[in-house]
């Protein structure tokens, strides 16, 4: 069944690939890749929200603990040592397969840059997530959050695997293009 969290999910990764392509990269319209920007659309909905609403109800249920504050710590632990590790390996290599690249090469020059990246935001974001906000929202609240990310991730990902274009810079290009 298709919930609105992943038509939002599938508009907001396509909204992140439009800000990578014209906020950051600026390749203005005539230049627009626009297979890129339903590669990432296709993701979000197909992929992303579905798996994103099933992991959310999966850690409301089954981690519990007497302590609220250390079952939020558990949550995010989980959430970011099995979601979100598997999610931008899986991320990764689909794109690579859609745009006909090899998704170990893909995987080698970006992957460890961009998991690393993953944890000086997402922590932040799901401690807040799993204390403030009821379940059935919080697919809704990493969308909005992942507009940004996901202009990232696109950025990343269309970085053709050059190690040098995606360390150090992109953040810095990310947050000056969203300033």
Same mark, same amino acid.
């Given at each position: 069944?298709?919930? #609105? +969290?992943?038509? $939002? ?9 439009? *800000?990578?392509?014209?906020?950051? %990269?600026? &390749? ?21 929200? #579905? +798996?994103?609403? $099933? ?9 519990? *603990?007497?302590?609220?504050?250390? %079952?939020? &710590? ?106």
């Amino acid at each position: 069944m298709v919930q #609105p +969290a992943h038509g $939002i999910s599938q508009v907001l990764f396509a909204t992140g690939d439009v *800000l990578a392509q014209q906020a950051v %990269e600026k &390749v203005g319209v005539e230049k627009h890749n626009f297979n890129r920007t339903g590669r990432m659309a296709l993701y979000g909905g197909a992929v992303f929200g #579905p +798996a994103a609403t $099933i992991w959310f109800r999966f850690l409301q249920n089954k981690i519990k *603990l007497p302590n609220k504050n250390l %079952e939020i &710590v558990a949550k995010v632990a989980t959430d970011q040592c099995v979601f979100a590790s598997t999610n931008l390996f899986v991320f990764l290599s689909s794109m690579s397969l859609m745009e006909g690249t090899d998704p170990k090469e893909k995987l080698k020059s970006t992957y460890g840059t961009a998991l690393a990246k993953n944890w000086t935001v997402w922590p932040w974001v799901q401690a807040i997530n799993f204390k403030f906000v009821p379940l059935h929202h919080r697919v809704l609240v990493v969308n909005v959050v992942s507009l940004g990310w996901n202009c990232y991730l696109s950025f990343i990902n269309s970085s053709g695997g050059k190690k040098e274009e995606v360390e150090g810079t992109v953040v810095e290009k990310v947050e000056e293009a969203l300033d």
